[in-house]
């Protein structure tokens, strides 16, 4: 019987982890490209063979853009295309499927089942309805909590694995140098930084299986797994808890969007977040939505308050709003840490960057023409990352608000006035986080 010929369409993420977890080994397939999207420069490289498999990939898997899918269907007879990605609509979705199905291939999602690895440690995951609903504070506070026990917490995250992927195969960062070491880009340092200034190990890279099974073994000890999750994916790991974080200032987004409805209809627990600034109508909707579809999961009501370093900064300035890159790119958002901070602290205007772009910004503009006046920290390469220094440089304001998870001083040379905005999450009334987390300590015997 001859293999199925399989396509896994993807962005440097899920789809690897779908290979890895699902056709790796598996002798009833031959797996004969990955295509790319959503992130720039990723085409053209390769799934090494050492983490392919020697034997039945010897010179890797080819990794080609997602705009020569229909060539690649008919040109290989391939038979099947697996979507392996997140954080789109629906409609983009069925989209695709159409064309997949048109080229003369059946169109397939992995689910949970087949995909999520069983840890030897109680699994606490993260995840959301959208990219930038607000899992990275909530996995900070849920890991503040667990260490306030006296646990050693370990954390994963999605993977981000943009440069050598063989050399990315298992990531340990316990300290800030770490990131260096990894030469990590700036979407990998807005995750990763937040958790080892506080002083617990967090896990990435391309094999997690390999990734997990190190984490359970780290040398500062391991008695929890947290899955910090990427934009709306669901988590690689079998869960004994799953929190998923919903958005109401994209109210409905969680009904209607890939992978994030599997996250909402799974959850233990939601938290609807970023209650302070969205309005009533919204956290309405989003409440209909978790009535509709998961009325048994318990429901924390959240904000994000913002505090920043130098007010004065901003107050009556013209100011340059720089935000998180892929929560307004496919993320969507209009709003973020940054823009609340400027209208809170009075902010005499937001200044329009595009006019300023070079490079690479450009380029993101041209693809995401409805990011309007927000600037996206994009930072995928050395490129993208001169030509953010080189923007916000030229670009005609007082000053600038780093609304980024990190602190973009220590990466590149910002010549203006600038501060920083910071959030955590907090929660309003009952049941809190720390109500779900005894209860989970308890069945876990911790």
Same mark, same amino acid.
């Given at each position: 019987?001859?293999?199925?010929?399989?396509?896994?369409?993807?962005?440097? @993420?899920?789809?690897?982890?779908?290979?890895?977890?699902?056709?790796?080994?598996?002798?009833?397939?031959?797996?004969? /490209?990955?295509?790319?999207?959503?992130?720039?420069?990723?085409?053209?490289?390769?799934?090494?063979?050492?983490?392919?498999?020697?034997?039945?990939?010897?010179e890797g898997i080819p990794i080609l853009?997602?705009?020569?899918?229909?060539?690649?269907?008919?040109?290989?007879?391939?038979?099947?295309?697996?979507?392996?990605?997140?954080?789109?609509?629906?409609?983009?979705?069925?989209?695709?499927?159409?064309?997949?199905?048109? /080229?003369?291939?059946?169109?397939?999602?992995?689910?949970?089942?087949?995909?999520?690895?069983?840890?030897?440690?109680?699994?606490?995951?993260?995840?959301?309805?959208?990219?930038?609903?607000?899992?990275?504070?909530?996995?900070?506070?849920?890991?503040?909590?667990?260490?306030?026990?006296?646990?050693?917490?370990? $954390?994963?995250?999605?993977?981000?694995?943009?440069?050598?992927?063989?050399?990315?195969?298992?990531?340990?960062? $316990?300290?800030?140098?770490?990131?260096?070491?990894?030469?990590?880009?700036?979407?990998?340092?807005?995750?990763?930084?937040?958790?080892?200034?506080? @002083?617990?190990?967090?896990?990435a890279g391309v094999d997690y299986e /390999?990734?997990?099974?190190?984490?359970?073994?780290?040398?500062?000890? %391991?008695?929890?797994?947290?899955?910090?999750?990427?934009?709306?994916?669901?988590?690689?790991?079998?869960?004994?808890?799953?929190?998923?974080?919903?958005?109401?200032?994209?109210? @409905?987004?969680?009904?209607?969007?890939?992978?994030?409805?599997?996250?909402?209809?799974?959850?233990?627990?939601?938290?609807?977040?970023?209650?302070?600034?969205?309005?009533?109508?919204?956290?309405?909707?989003?409440?209909?939505?978790?009535?509709?579809?998961?009325?048994?999961?318990?429901?924390?009501?959240? $904000?994000?308050?913002?505090?920043? &370093?130098?007010?004065?900064?901003?107050?009556?300035?013209?100011?340059?709003?720089?935000?998180?890159?892929?929560?307004?790119?496919?993320?969507?958002?209009?709003? @973020?840490?940054?823009?609340?901070?400027?209208?809170?602290?009075?902010?005499?205007? %937001?200044? &329009?960057?595009?006019?300023?772009?070079?490079?690479?910004?450009?380029?993101?503009?041209?693809?995401?023409?409805?990011?309007?006046?927000?600037?996206?920290?994009?930072?995928?390469?050395?490129?993208?990352?001169?030509?953010?220094?080189?923007?916000?440089?030229?670009? &005609?304001?007082?000053?600038?608000?780093?609304?980024?998870?990190?602190?973009?001083?220590?990466?590149?040379?910002?010549?203006?006035?600038?501060?920083?905005?910071?959030?955590?999450?907090?929660?309003?009334?009952?049941?809190?986080?720390?109500?779900?987390?005894? &209860?989970?300590?308890?069945?876990?015997?911790?």
């Open positions: 019987m001859s293999k199925k010929k399989v396509v896994i369409i993807g962005a440097a @993420g899920r789809d690897f982890h779908n290979f890895n977890t699902y056709f790796r080994g598996n002798s009833e397939y031959n797996v004969v /490209a990955f295509t790319a999207a959503q992130i720039p420069d990723i085409d053209g490289r390769k799934y090494p063979a050492s983490l392919a498999g020697e034997d039945n990939y010897p853009p997602e705009e020569k899918l229909v060539e690649i269907i008919k040109e290989n007879e391939i038979d099947e295309c697996v979507f392996s990605y997140s954080d789109v609509n629906y409609e983009y979705v069925m989209r695709l499927g159409a064309i997949v199905n048109t /080229a003369g291939a059946n169109f397939r999602l992995l689910g949970p089942r087949d995909t999520m690895i069983k840890s030897t440690k109680p699994v606490i995951s993260v995840v959301a309805t959208r990219t930038g609903c607000g899992k990275s504070q909530t996995s900070r506070k849920v890991i503040e909590y667990l260490m306030a026990h006296g646990l050693k917490v370990v $954390a994963i995250r999605h993977p981000m694995p943009y440069g050598d992927l063989a050399a990315q195969k298992v990531q340990r960062f $316990a300290k800030v140098s770490d990131l260096e070491k990894h030469d990590c880009t700036i979407e990998e340092m807005e995750e990763y930084e937040p958790h080892v200034v506080r @002083g617990n190990v967090i896990y /390999a990734i997990v099974r190190a984490a359970e073994k780290d040398p500062d000890g %391991c008695d929890v797994i947290l899955w910090d999750g990427g934009n709306n994916d669901f988590s690689f790991y079998k869960p004994d808890l799953t929190i998923t974080v919903v958005d109401p200032h994209r109210p @409905g987004d969680e009904l209607t969007y890939y992978p994030g409805e599997i996250n909402l209809r799974l959850a233990d627990t939601i938290v609807i977040n970023k209650m302070e600034s969205a309005s009533p109508e919204g956290i309405q909707t989003v409440r209909e939505s978790i009535q509709k579809v998961n009325p048994k999961a318990v429901v924390i009501d959240g $904000a994000s308050p913002i505090k920043v &370093d130098d007010p004065s900064i901003i107050k009556n300035k013209r100011v340059l709003v720089v935000e998180d890159g892929p929560t307004l790119t496919h993320g969507g958002m209009k709003i @973020g840490a940054g823009t609340v901070a400027a209208h809170k602290y009075g902010a005499s205007k %937001c200044v &329009d960057p595009r006019p300023y772009t070079v490079g690479k910004l450009t380029e993101t503009f041209k693809i995401y023409p409805k990011i309007g006046e927000l600037l996206p920290a994009m930072g995928y390469g050395e490129e993208q990352r001169k030509d953010l220094e080189r923007t916000i440089n030229a670009t &005609d304001c007082d000053s600038v608000i780093i609304g980024t998870p990190i602190d973009l001083n220590r990466i590149i040379n910002i010549k203006k006035p600038n501060t920083r905005v910071y959030y955590d999450l907090q929660e309003i009334g009952e049941p809190t986080l720390k109500n779900v987390l005894e &209860d989970f300590l308890t069945k876990q015997n911790l």
